[in-house]
């Protein structure tokens, strides 16, 4: 008999908790996850079954599909259209919401997710995963549009994701804390293996794309010239920096051993407004961050309070150790005073 808990056994006891729970969002979790494992296998399998490299198309960002992101998102569709728990689904890989057909029974829950998160990394085996997000369906809908979906990210019921690396791990939120889990690929199931993550509040550890910094507004170039400073600068001790190129491995190393990702907007045409996806990105990992004690901001506010105004609606993350969070925020606010005149420029962080 092996020990540990499974991802089945943890979901229902959960529901138990909650006296009033039907159960179909239980129900809709484990479709959810089958789907996620049978990605997990594509993934793992993708050389041999000739599935990776590029799909030679286009999704809706204009970003160059791959052969695994067009699978990942069908597999997701397949698996949870027919469950009878969600009204409607959006994805990264979709222009329009997908409505339920109506040859299936609808449900009180919609569902957003990225089916594969960090693609450019299928190639060179470097871990990747499917983010999603759950929100609950408006009353009386049970044709889904575009509206019904722009639920700021304090509305999320659950928000997860699935990384696909060295070992696959499950991470999970629904409002009561962040847990996480572990693939046993012997026996199928997801396992308890990370009870109750928690953030450290401290990190000397930083996630950005350094190549962009000469874009970058002036409260991140102060933040990162100073951590790059190390022990001889301003902030007296010497930072370690990390960049995957997948947002799910830079959130699931925070959440392991703590850090901040910063995705800001910067001044390329196309970041103007930041570079990561506010719906099926920014919303469910912010989620998952301040349920494990850290904070998310777009510098200037908190990201789950940001209202969506469009599906794609591409937003400035940055997100992980509270302390370095709010020090980042405080670098945007004190910049914005400054350019309208109110304070003397700084130099120094206090
Ligand atoms: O939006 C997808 C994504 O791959 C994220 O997972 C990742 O953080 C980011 O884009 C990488 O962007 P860039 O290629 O600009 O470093």
């Not at 170039?221 to 491995?249: C, H, L, Q």
């Not at 005073?337 to 420029?345: A, V, Y």
Request: charged content about 25%; overall charge negative.
């Amino acid at each position: 008999m092996r020990k540990g808990t499974t991802f089945t056994r943890f979901i229902i006891e959960e529901q138990r908790r909650i006296p009033e729970s039907t159960g179909e969002f239980t129900l809709l979790l484990s479709a959810i996850v089958t789907a996620c494992k049978e990605i997990s296998d594509d993934v793992n399998r993708g050389q041999l079954i000739n599935v990776l490299g590029s799909a030679e198309s286009e999704n809706v960002q204009g970003e160059t599909q791959k052969k695994l992101d067009i699978i990942s998102n069908e597999v997701m569709i397949k698996a949870l259209e027919w469950s009878g728990h969600l009204a409607g689904m959006a994805s990264e890989e979709m222009e329009d919401v997908y409505p339920i057909p109506n040859r299936y029974p609808k449900g009180k829950y919609l569902l957003v997710f990225d089916p594969l998160d960090g693609s450019s990394n299928t190639e060179v085996n470097v871990s990747i995963g499917t983010i999603f997000s759950i929100l609950r369906c408006p009353d009386g809908i049970t044709e889904p549009t575009e509206d019904d979906f722009l639920q700021p990210g304090t509305r999320q019921v659950c928000a997860g994701y699935v990384l696909y690396g060295p070992a696959t791990n499950l991470v999970l939120t629904s409002g009561q804390g962040v847990n996480g889990f572990t693939l046993d690929q012997d026996i199928g199931e997801f396992i308890l293996t990370h009870p109750k993550l928690t953030i450290p509040e401290k990190t000397s550890e930083f996630a950005i794309n350094m190549s962009n910094q000469r874009h970058w507004e002036p409260a991140i170039k102060r933040y990162i010239d100073e951590v790059v400073a190390g022990k001889d600068g301003p902030r007296g001790r010497n930072f370690n920096t990390r960049w995957v190129a997948s947002m799910v491995a830079e959130v699931h190393r925070i959440l392991m051993r703590g850090g901040i990702f910063l995705y800001p907007r910067d001044g390329r045409e196309n970041v103007h407004e930041g570079r990561l996806r506010l719906l099926y990105e920014a919303n469910p990992m912010s989620f998952i961050i301040e349920q494990a004690g850290g904070a998310a901001t777009t510098g200037r506010e908190r990201l789950l309070s940001v209202q969506p105004g469009k599906l794609h609606q591409r937003i400035p993350v940055i997100l992980g150790a509270r302390e370095e969070v709010e020090r980042v925020t405080r670098y945007h606010l004190e910049m914005d005073k400054e350019r309208e005149g109110d304070i003397p420029p700084h130099r120094q962080a206090s």
